[in-house]
């Protein structure tokens, strides 16, 4: 099942972590430990957001969902990922 894990990054005066030095390199780790397909960043409203793509059966969220909460200490959302059928499936072709 393919899921899009939304990581909310707490700023370094929130959270200790994130004003490491070597803080974007431990995050890749991170997502590659937990089996990340791609992953995105994005900031809105002086927050970043992390997304990230993965394919895992749904009894591997909470695993996955832990080792992010232990890492960050935040909470990430796991949202099912929708993916569109191409144009040529819809027409019947």
């Known amino acids: 099942m393919r899921l899009l894990m939304k990581i909310p990054v707490?700023?370094?005066a929130d959270n200790r972590i994130g004003a490491e030095p070597l803080?974007?390199?431990k995050l890749k780790s991170l997502f590659s430990a937990i089996g990340a397909l791609a992953g995105h960043s994005n900031n809105t409203g002086g927050r970043r957001l992390e997304y990230v793509s993965e394919d895992i059966?749904?009894?591997?969220?909470p695993a996955t969902a832990q080792?992010?909460?232990q890492f960050l200490r935040v909470k990430p959302e796991s949202l099912p990922e929708v993916i569109p059928q191409p144009p040529t499936a819809r027409m019947g072709y």
């Open 10 to 12: 707490p700023p370094p």
């Open 23 to 25: 803080f974007k390199e």
């Open 57 to 61: 059966r749904p009894a591997q969220i």
């Open 67 to 69: 080792q992010v909460f």
